[in-house]
């Protein structure tokens, strides 16, 4: 069983910027889509973004477009979500998934926890 982690949670203040990585145990196939998450309190888990391996086209909620870039290094099996000018409501536990679609996963991660201070 593939095995994702993550990395790069941390408290940061409004404006500021984090990157978060994702590590696979094994490469992904081509048609697999690796995607970041998040979930907040008392909410349901969120899409935030996501990368398809095979040809790299990405895919971004709204709530982030032009702020998060998702990113990988095929070398590493990591993808990558840089996050620039965070919002206190970008606060929460950001998952790694693996999955076939944009939007949904089968393999996740345990989480990192993002906080965005005032």
């Known amino acids: 069983q593939v095995q994702l982690v993550e990395s790069g949670g941390d408290v940061v203040q409004a404006g500021g910027s984090l990157r978060l990585s994702c590590t696979a145990s094994a490469r992904p196939y081509s048609s697999h889509v690796m995607g970041w998450f998040r979930q907040a309190p008392g909410k349901e888990r969120e899409f935030v973004a996501a990368?398809?391996?095979?040809?790299?086209?990405?895919y971004y909620a709204d709530s982030v477009k032009g702020r998060f870039s998702i990113s990988r290094d095929s070398a590493m099996n990591t993808v990558y979500l840089e996050m620039n000018n965070l919002k206190f409501e970008d606060s929460a536990v950001y998952y790694c998934g693996r999955g076939s679609e944009p939007g949904s996963a089968n393999i996740w991660g345990q989480g990192t926890q993002v906080t965005v201070s005032s």
């Open positions: 990368l398809r391996w095979g040809g790299g086209r990405t």
